[in-house]
């Protein structure tokens, strides 16, 4: 993929090697892929946001471990350089679709974080995994994640971790549209989300889609990806499905705790998206079939 041809933006927010109060990030070991399922498993029973079970955790996991002192990263490196240009582009994207629409498209901010870290979502740590938060509409990523992508999902490639942007970008269009509202509100009504056919795993495959309709517009703009690109994508799509998470951290599928939905449904949607770059074409919640 030749990222560099995109724009860099000017949205993304350094603050790896801090704390998030300031100082430097304690050491100490994060949460096991197993327990993330597992916690998130917990949640959806009980009815509480895993997200916030897991800042709760991570915070008393970090209490009373003594700090020590990571070198902050070279300020605008490649990795750095990398996301902005992939951000950039998500931007530009997006403003055009919305301006089509007569909408206007607030951009979203990305926070590069090591460790840990604070959002309006609650306290967060790398094992989290890159996620956004509608409160503050940011997106947050731990860059160490893409070496897990690589070495754990055999998901390697820049194009793979371009999805994985895109996709969170996906959930800040979510956010101005209005959908993850809706959702948030069944949730908070009492209606069931969670399930293969649920809200959130309507949700996320939306956001799949929405990453596809971005990688279209861009490859039209830039012509920017290279042999063996798309397939990288379609693999990180496929190794981060509920069904592969489940049967790798407890042995086994429960498609009523699903949320993000199955490999199979997660490379369907970004391939819907791709196919035409046509947002139209991203209307999960009324489709009958995922």
């Known amino acids: 993929?030749?990222?560099?041809?995109?724009?860099?933006?000017?949205?993304?927010?350094?603050?790896?090697?801090?704390?998030?109060?300031g100082m430097r990030i304690g050491g100490g070991?994060?949460?096991?892929?197993?327990?993330?399922?597992?916690?998130?498993?917990?949640g959806l029973?009980?009815?509480?946001?895993?997200?916030?079970?897991?800042?709760?955790?991570?915070?008393?996991?970090?209490?009373?471990?003594?700090?020590q002192t990571q070198p902050r990263p070279a300020a605008n490196d490649e990795g750095s350089q990398f996301v902005a240009s992939i951000l950039g582009d998500t931007e530009d994207t997006?403003?055009?679709?919305?301006?089509?629409?007569?909408?206007?498209?607030?951009?979203?901010?990305?926070?590069?974080?090591?460790?840990?870290?604070?959002?309006?979502?609650?306290?967060?740590?790398?094992?989290?995994?890159?996620?956004?938060?509608?409160?503050?509409?940011?997106?947050?990523?731990?860059?160490?994640?893409?070496?897990?992508?690589?070495?754990?999902?055999?998901?390697?490639?820049?194009?793979?971790?371009a999805y994985v942007i895109a996709h969170e970008v996906g959930h800040h269009v979510q956010t101005l549209l209005g959908i993850s509202a809706k959702v948030n509100d069944a949730r908070?009504?009492?209606?069931?989300?969670?399930?293969?056919?649920?809200?959130?795993?309507?949700?996320?495959l939306q956001a799949d889609c929405f990453a596809g309709v971005w990688a279209y517009q861009a490859q039209q703009r830039h012509n920017w990806l290279e042999p063996g690109d798309v397939e990288e994508a379609l693999n990180a799509a496929n190794a981060i499905g509920d069904d592969?998470?489940?049967?790798?951290?407890?042995?086994?599928?429960?498609?009523?705790?699903f949320t993000h939905g199955t490999s199979a449904q997660r490379v369907k949607w970004f391939k819907a998206g791709?196919?035409?770059?046509?947002?139209?074409q991203c209307d999960t919640f009324k489709a009958k079939v995922l």
């Open 94 to 161: 997006w403003r055009a679709i919305f301006a089509q629409a007569n909408l206007q498209y607030k951009d979203p901010k990305l926070v590069l974080f090591s460790g840990q870290v604070n959002s309006a979502c609650g306290f967060a740590t790398s094992a989290t995994g890159p996620f956004y938060c509608p409160a503050d509409q940011q997106v947050y990523l731990d860059m160490s994640f893409f070496r897990e992508m690589e070495q754990r999902f055999a998901a390697a490639g820049d194009f793979a971790q």
């Open 45 to 67: 029973l009980t009815g509480q946001d895993p997200m916030q079970i897991l800042g709760q955790l991570a915070g008393q996991m970090q209490q009373g471990t003594p700090t």
């Open 274 to 280: 791709f196919d035409k770059g046509d947002i139209n």
């Open 188 to 204: 908070r009504s009492g209606q069931r989300v969670e399930g293969a056919t649920g809200l959130l795993v309507r949700q996320e």
């Open 244 to 257: 592969r998470l489940q049967q790798q951290g407890q042995g086994r599928v429960v498609p009523d705790s």
């Open 29 to 42: 070991k994060g949460l096991t892929l197993g327990a993330v399922v597992l916690i998130v498993g917990i």
């Open 1 to 21: 993929m030749q990222w560099r041809k995109g724009r860099r933006s000017d949205n993304v927010v350094d603050a790896r090697g801090e704390s998030p109060g």
